[in-house]
């Protein structure tokens, strides 16, 4: 099963991350830029982390044989921060044309406050100008209501509603979603908010048109598997190979590259590597035999 | 005009990209944004020109170009490794009238990976400036090899830019030695022979010193260099290499003791033009042997 992992913070994950997760059949991963457990003072903190995402992150990704992509953006919660929130929306246009950025996102609501609708504003109208696709991280608290605020400001916007992914969602938001023409993407956690079981349950109901998974594995008690496990769990019930195939695989490729920067075909390859190749001088190998890791 | 390169490098790379951009709208528009805004334009403009033009590769072989500056300079660059986009980089910034050098180290330190080898590689063609001096600080602190190439290899800028500023012979001895270890040909440093220095042999001897030590390989050009500079412990080193069991080795060890005069250490020469079993190393000792003996 190839699996396209279309929302995993990979800057918080360890190397053995990539590994699992590329056993476990994830050949490529869509890394948005987001909030890093802590409030950065200055906008100086968000350049070095987009520099990251495009450069360190990819490169580490390729020595597992992952395509690495990313998108860009404020996140909704340091819109709130009057600190940064003006100047890196300044820097993002530079980052929102690079070769792997293929969304902006995860952009979006949080708490719900008109500085963050402004500029989620500010940033779709950012994905028309740069004809990226976008991102939406929607609310976990106050889901409902954030939901439906988050679909009317994207429709303000005037962005072709197919561009637009509605993450982070449940069995309360499907159906809006669907009804608006957006993407919907569910977020699979170990403990918490929508599992593994739900999402199963989801799909008998609904098939899997127009949705994509993910684990959002981040800083926090998260598992980088969970789209594999959810494909199992998914098989074992039943559902066909193919239909998960599309819902993992041919559903989230087929959304980016709606950005028109990479070529499907390409992702049927791994990525170029040499595993003995250094970034800055750094390798993730630490001096260890290529052949022998 | 150095020899056997064509003249005109800047209009070779202007024809080449003309004939690539035809009919492309987003170059033109980009183009224009770069001659209207200057520099600030350029760290959104960079980013696309590799897949909005392609990576294919311009051509043209070894090309001169008079001196840009006021260093006098001919530019010697091989165009062979220049591609569309490297061609679309050095436009740009031309079209910019005025960068500053944090602006071209900007480029290059919040660039992915083929804007920062645009950056580096178009500087090649321009005029040496405070931007290029900070440029050559950033290559030496890269381990990225394409970047360190694209800024120091297979062309004259680090030789023409020795002695502009604060850059001078102790950094063009620092990159060479960076080179060595990264195992790239001299031959892709035009021009660098001609700073061969004592000094530089000095290090390159110890990092040969180092290697083996370590039972790794010798950078191959060490001889080469060494030999156009000889400092102490060089012609030890040359002789041992005519004992080396590599062909290769024993070649440039001979070609390098061509340019010493040692009289005295003729018998040395003449034992191993007995045993040497290959041609070419055996022509070329004879040779040195004939002149050592004349002097
Ligand atoms: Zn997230």
Redesign the pocket.
Known sequence: MRIFEP?A?MFSRITDDYERMALSGVRAILE?A?WLGQNRTSVGSFIDYFDTLVGWERFRARQWGIHHFCGMALNPREANDPRVNKDVLEILPRYLEKDSVICVG?IGLDDITPIEEECFSAQLELARKHELPVLV?TPHRDKKRGFERSLAIVKESGIALERVLLDHGNEETIKITRDSGCWAGFSIYPHTKMDVDRMVTIVQQYGVEGMMINS?A?WGVSDPLRVPRTCLALELAGVERDVIEQLVWRNPVGFFAQSGRFDPADLERPPNVDRRETFDGNSVLRGQDPGRY | MADGANANAIAVVERRLAEATADNGWWREALDRATREGAAALPVLFPALARRLGRGLIGGGRTAEPSPDATGGEVLVDLDVWRVCDAAGFVLLRACTAITSEQAVDLFLHGDFEERTIVMRAHALRPVDPGTIALFGEAQRTNTSTHFEALCCDHNLPARACGVADFGIDDVNRMVVKAAFMDLPLARMFGVEEHANAELSRMLQDLATEREAAGRTVWQDTDRLVGLAPTRGTLLRLLGGLEHGSDGRRLRAAEALARQSAPDLLPLIEDRIARERVDAIRAQLTQLAGKWKGS
């Open positions: 929302h913070h948005p987001f995860e991280h959002a981040d």
